[in-house]
T-cell receptor
Framework: DTEVTQTPKHLVMGMTNKKSLKCEQH?????MYWYKQKAKKPPELMFV???????INESVPSRFSPECPNSSLLNLHLHALQPEDSALYLC???????????????FGEGSRLTVL | AQSVTQPDIHITVSEGASLELRCNYS??????LFWYVQSPGQGLQLLLK??????LVQGIKGFEAEFKRSQSSFNLRKPSVHWSDAAEYFC??????????FGTGTLLAVQP
C-alpha cells in the first residue's frame, strides 16, 4: 500500500464553522506533512509531524490546528477560517524526518476547501 | 538564500515531440533534487530524484533529468510526449534546512 488517503475530497464551510480534514497512510512512515496550495502556485509547507510530535509550524494562523493521533493519522482542524483560506490542502508522508533531503514525499490527492 | 527556479511558466508541445523543462537551483552545496508532476485536481507524484552519483537520472513514465553542476541546472526531458503528460511539473530541492523548496511550476500543454 503506497497511498496517502485524504478525506473529504471537497469541503465547503462558512467562516463560523468547525470542520476537520483527515489524512491516513499505512506505509509505516514516521513523518507526515500538511501543505497548502493555491491555484497555479506551488505547495506551501504548513506543518510537519515527526514520530507523532509537531516538528515544524510555518507560522500558520491558529485557526488551523493540526493533530497527529497516531503514526498513521494526521488531522487538520479548521475553525473561523477566512475566504482567503480557500485552497487545496495536501497531506504527505515520508519514511522519516528529515525526509525531504533523502526520501520521497508521498502525497495524497488533496482536500479542496472553499470558505464562504 | 536557497531557491529553485523554473523559468518557464507555460509550455506547449505537440504530441510526439521532445520535451525539456528547465530547472535551476541555488544552494550552497549540492542539493537533493526532485521532479514532481501534478495532474489537475490531484496530488503530486514523484517522477525522479537526484541525490548523488550518476548525473543522468531515469524516472517513471519515460522521463529523465540531468544534473549539471556547472549550470546549476536539473532539467527534465522526455523524447516523445504523450497527451497524458499534460500537467503541472514542479522541480524541488532539499538541503540543509531539511525542507523541500518547490519551484513555481511549469504547466505543460500537449497539442494533438
Amino acid at each position: 500500500d503506497t497511498e496517502v488517503t485524504q478525506t473529504p475530497k471537497h469541503l465547503v464551510m462558512g467562516m463560523t464553522n468547525k470542520k476537520s480534514l483527515k489524512c491516513e497512510q499505512h506505509m509505516g512512515h514516521r513523518a507526515m506533512y500538511w501543505y497548502k496550495q493555491k491555484a497555479k502556485k506551488p505547495p506551501e509547507l504548513m506543518f510537519v509531524y515527526s514520530y507523532e510530535k509537531l516538528s515544524i509550524n510555518e507560522s500558520v494562523p491558529s485557526r488551523f490546528s493540526p493533530e497527529c493521533p497516531n503514526s498513521s493519522l494526521l488531522n487538520l482542524h479548521l475553525h473561523a477560517l477566512q475566504p482567503e483560506d480557500s485552497a487545496l490542502y495536501l497531506c504527505a508522508s515520508s519514511q522519516d524526518w528529515p525526509g525531504a533531503n533523502t526520501g520521497e514525499l508521498f502525497f495524497g490527492e488533496g482536500s479542496r476547501l472553499t470558505v464562504l | 538564500a536557497q531557491s529553485v527556479t523554473q523559468p518557464d511558466i507555460h509550455i506547449t508541445v505537440s504530441e510526439g515531440a521532445s520535451l525539456e523543462l528547465r530547472c535551476n537551483y541555488s544552494y550552497g552545496a549540492t542539493p537533493y533534487l526532485f521532479w514532481y508532476v501534478q495532474s489537475p485536481g490531484q496530488g503530486l507524484q514523484l517522477l525522479l530524484k537526484y541525490f548523488s552519483g550518476d548525473t543522468l537520472v531515469q524516472g517513471i513514465k519515460g522521463f529523465e533529468a540531468e544534473f549539471k553542476r556547472s549550470q546549476s541546472s536539473f532539467n527534465l526531458r522526455k523524447p516523445s510526449v504523450h497527451w497524458s503528460d499534460a500537467a503541472e511539473y514542479f522541480c524541488a530541492g532539499g538541503g540543509a534546512t531539511n525542507k523541500l523548496i518547490f519551484g513555481t511550476g511549469t504547466l505543460l500543454a500537449v497539442q494533438p
